[in-house]
């Protein structure tokens, strides 16, 4: 397995930092949707959907090693940094994402301060979106549930002239 935990590309083996990652393939079979559902697969992690007291369902509660903070305020960092393709998501309110179109999840336990430039002081999650290949791809699924919740994806890409690819994502949940 290939990481970069360390902002190098490293196998997961060689690697001294406590890290869990998750292939895109092992997101599908597991059913993994969004950031709240990675806490039942990783050791440690603790994710609530909402924060008790922001009364945002998409303010992220996150706990690594017991160490985090409910606190969604702005003027406040969260004690585990989210990163998304390498840019931090500085604020609890929005840090539930959706996992469409991700190549693999990251998390790393542990301060990451020199690594990721702030004072991840539990730890940090990164998401990695998939990289534009140079041949053209397609993917998408359909899903159903309890209270009539609907749920659909979608995501294109491929070369888009020599050297240049592009990709789409979309997803609409009722």
């Known amino acids: 397995v290939i990481v970069t935990a360390r902002r190098v590309e490293e196998n997961a083996q060689d690697i001294p930092v406590a890290v869990s990652s998750f292939s895109a393939a092992e997101l599908r079979e597991s059913i993994i949707a969004d950031l709240s559902d990675l806490s039942g697969k990783t050791p440690h992690l603790e994710l609530d959907f909402s924060a008790p007291i922001s009364g945002a369902s998409s303010a ?52 990451q301060g020199t690594l990721y430039g702030r004072n991840s002081l539990a730890g940090a999650v990164k998401l990695i979106t998939r990289t534009p290949e140079d041949e053209f791809w397609a993917d998408g699924s359909v899903g159903y549930g309890n209270y009539q919740t609907q749920k659909y994806t979608a995501s294109v890409g491929g070369p888009l002239m020599d050297g240049l690819g592009g990709s789409v994502a979309g997803l609409v949940h009722k």
Not at 85 to 101: E, F, H, M, Q
């Open 60 to 111: 992220a509660a996150v706990y690594l090693r017991g160490v985090g903070q409910v606190d969604f305020l702005l003027t406040n960092d969260p004690a585990v940094g989210i990163y998304l393709d390498g840019v931090y998501i500085s604020r609890a309110l929005g840090a539930v994402l959706s996992l469409v179109d991700v190549e693999r999840v990251e998390i790393l336990r542990g301060p």
